[in-house]
């Protein structure tokens, strides 16, 4: 290791910047690696005196937030100063007239949003954990849930950020309002840059009228080119739901409350257990009046097998939105991939997950925004036959090469120490030099998040 | 230019495809706003390749290239400074590829935009993003702008349709940003690449998203006695729970301006028009219809009408899509402005906007996406009265300090190229600017694409602007401040 300093004097400085209180120990582990320190800065301004000085004396620093993403990615080569952004937690500005807000990154989502409630109005974002997961966070994993379908994700609703570069510098693009050319897009950029550009510390959205009224039709079949026909159809019709969803056969278990952890001596089922599900479904969530509702069932027909509203459709779409959660709850070990993926590559990247975990004693189990290509794809292994490190790695590289040109398919989660024979984040489209070009301009000394992302 | 340069460049793209002779060049030295410069010489590539050779060869030799579409932009991006060479795109104007079942269309950068919706309608779809000089204006010229229109209020700007591109970077090397998927592992250039106004690279395809054609279209014309009212019903449509896909204000001024230019049935005694357009479901659209006529006879529109077949719609539409060239009708010459304020401080603005003209005795015709707020104010002014054409810049910069105190931008769609370089000192630190140029840089080392554009020089910047004019807000009437 390259630091000069010891521990102790760099836990005394960064305390001169952000108050003594505000430096702490922790056990919690990204990856398998401990933070040598947390530290909270209190304004823009200490995060920027804490990079600078990380900068200085070669520290690696990890931006956080509520921590819910923070396994995403290849194990970090060490970690110095996680910097945690949860003293930034105010909402700085919200004019409900002008549907804008800027809040502090820190703040957690869900506290955002229910600011925007008062005023029925919303930021159209169903990522999974919004009561931890904070603004910084979901727009530097550019998180996202089943409405990406319709309204895009982070990218497109933050009009403004605010930012702070490894030499201190509090940088800003865009502004206040929903139209703005002026200077390049660094909202863009910094949306799902995993921390490794720079500390986000603040954001402006535009926002959303929320929808008065919202209807989900199930829609099931027996394979999936059944399903994706019907998808097809859908894009044919005048339709307009807000979400379109796929859910695997497989991937029903996990769309439900996880049962109480039994004691395995005392056995005793109440019910028979029920055949695996074979079905697919293509899950429609639609809003508007009565009259628009009643259009989406007449066009929809006898496609619909099950129609949900209210509690029960709120539930549900909790249930698509954490189905990575689900399938982690119940099984540690899964593995669970993030797929993009042109329109017509859902089939083949659905087939290809069907086909690859079989040969590796997985368990297929998919959900995804059909009309995106963004699946959410898990490898669930048997719990009486764990996989080795080297299955996974096989696995993904098996997965991988199934998948049509112009895909890509990070690994979102697995076992860390399956992370050291095989690449996380794959290969990807867009050029990676050009990426690695603009980590170099903008934390050349690479302290940011160093050993996480692709760049 | 240097005529050995010459030659190599006709031996990369051909000889017909090389302009230098000094009246060829004239074409070249301005696009639809108001800034002039000779380039050295103009190209117009053919494939990739030859923009990778023509780009290698500048780069050795240090010429900078300013690439070219239709050069229809109003902010002097297209303009060459100094001895450069102009790139012109416009001759790569090829459809690649029209995919349906992906949603997708892949096009060279000097397809017109207006030629890609026409080409995609028969298979129910068009392209989003519609600029007024649609009919002219290249999708790489929109890549470079990140050019909006008036449908991009519920639809998203270009950056919103744009899934892939090949580029080539200014020592000629061609990179893939994207692809057909809707984004990709790793960092988003393509979204960070969108708006750079040639300042990174030049783009040589394009991949963009179609867009489904709606199943209804209803037109409303919202007429006004006072600008004020029209300006309120702004705001209040946007409280609704309403989102148009257009939301467009016409004042009086420009109202009889261009009716009298189409013929299209704009009510000419009135004080101000909204045009707003509702798209989708049938039942979607009718019920938003009734809701929108509603809130502006409540914000006391005199009249509420719709457009009652796609003949009379298409008519509103022309007289708002050629409002500028309406313009040049009855004067001599105009400068367009583009700033954008948040939506309630619409009626506030037009307010100052008023007073602006009134004080430097020019008309001042709005026309504008009043959706999202993004205004373009027209000032009209006599090109050869040196006292007019000084008093149309200082207006400008007038309208342009009272978007900033209002929160506002220098520009919503049509960029800051050369015309607002000097505005950005007012917007961004010079820390921001610095990070902006280090991100250029990753791209463009030597700032041979585009050199002087966009991000102005950190030194000089603060001399050449000078401070900005206060300006002074008076209360509306009928407005709550």
Redesign the interface.
Known sequence: MSTVSSPASVERDLAAIVGEGQVARTDFEINGVVPAAVVSPGSPEEVGAVLRLANERDLVVAPAGGLTKQQIGGVPERIDILLSTTRLNKVEEY??????IAVAAGLPFAEMQSRLGEH?QWVPCDAANLERATIGGLLAT?AAGPLKSTF?HM??FCIGIQFV?TDG?????G????????????M??L???YGS?AVITRANFKV??RP?QTRTFVCAFHSLDEALNFR?RL??S???PMCMEIVSPGASEYLRNPEPAHDPDDYAPEQPVSLPAVEWQIVLRAA??D??LA?YARELGSAVTRTLEGAAEEQFWGWISHFEQGVLARHRNAMVLYT??????VGPALQALERTAPDYNLIPAAVGRAA???LVLAFVPLSVDPPSAMQYANCVSAFRGMLPA?????VAQCPTEAKLHFDV???????????R??????DPKNILNRGR??? | MDSSILRQLKKIAGKDAVLDRPEELMLYEYDAGVDKHRPGAVVFAQTTQQVSQIMRLASEKKIPVVPRGAGTGLSGGAIARQQAIVLSLARMNKILEIDVPNQRAVVQPGVVNLELSNATAKHGYYYAPDPSSQKACTIGGNVAENSGGPHTLALGVTVNHVTGLEVVLPDGKVIELGGKAQDSTGLDLTGFFVGSEGTMGIVTRITVKLTKLPEHVATLLGIYNTVEDAANTVVAITQSGVTPAALEMLDGWMVRCVEANVHAGYPEDAAAVLLIELEGMREVVEEQAKAVSAVCLQQKAREVRHAKDEKQRQLLWLGRKTAFGAVGRVSPSYYTQDGVIPRTKVPYTLAEIERISKHYGLIIGNVFHAGDGNLHPLILFDSRDPKQTENSRKAAKEIMACCLKFGGSITGEHGVGLEKMGLMTAMFTEDDLEVMVRLRNAFNPDSILNPQKMIPDLHFCREITGPLPQPKVEPVAGVPA
Do not use: C
């Open positions: 004019d409900p007239g002008d549907l804008t029925h550019g895009g990218r497109d570069t510098k509090v940088v800003k693009g502004g206040r309002v929903v139209k703005n050319v002026a200077g390049y897009d660094l863009k950029l949306t799902g840059s550009l959303f009228p008065r097809t894009f044919q005048p339709l307009t508007g009046s009259n628009v259009r993009h993926l042109a329109i017509q590559n995106t290509g963004n112009g895909s890509s398919a990070e984040w794959g290969t990807t489209p867009t050029d990676v030099n050009m990426m070009a603009v980590k170099r301009a903008i992302f692709i760049v």
